[in-house]
């Protein structure tokens, strides 16, 4: 079974960075278009950005896009979320699976809180 560890959350001003990682376990890894959601206090969880198995095509909501890219290392089992001119509404808790969400224990999450 696929097993999910977010990290690289943190506290930043608007229009700064963060990368988040999602390290996967699982011999299947490679096989799998993954995504990241998020969920922000009080709303659904929402999709954010996905990619490929191979990396040829990524897919981004509208509110994140030309600000994130989401990449992975198949030989690490990890995929990335490289956010820019982070925006208070970007304030939420970051998720990744597969997309769509096929692994039913998410992980932990990463908080990501940006300050105005």
């Known amino acids: 079974q696929v097993q999910l560890v977010e990290s690289g959350g943190g506290l930043v001003q608007a229009g700064g960075s963060l990368r988040l990682s999602c390290a996967a376990s699982g011999r299947t890894f490679a096989t799998y278009t993954m995504g990241w959601f998020r969920q922000a206090p009080g709303k659904e969880r929402e999709f954010v950005a996905a990619i490929t198995w191979n990396s040829v095509i990524t897919n981004y909501a509208d509110s994140v896009k030309g600000r994130f890219t989401v990449s992975r290392d198949n030989a690490k089992k990890t995929v990335y979320l490289q956010m820019t001119s982070l925006k208070p509404e970007d304030t939420a808790v970051y998720y990744c699976?597969?997309?769509?969400?096929?692994?039913?224990?998410w992980g932990k999450g990463t908080l990501v809180t940006v300050s105005s």
């Open positions: 699976n597969t997309n769509p969400p096929r692994i039913s224990g």
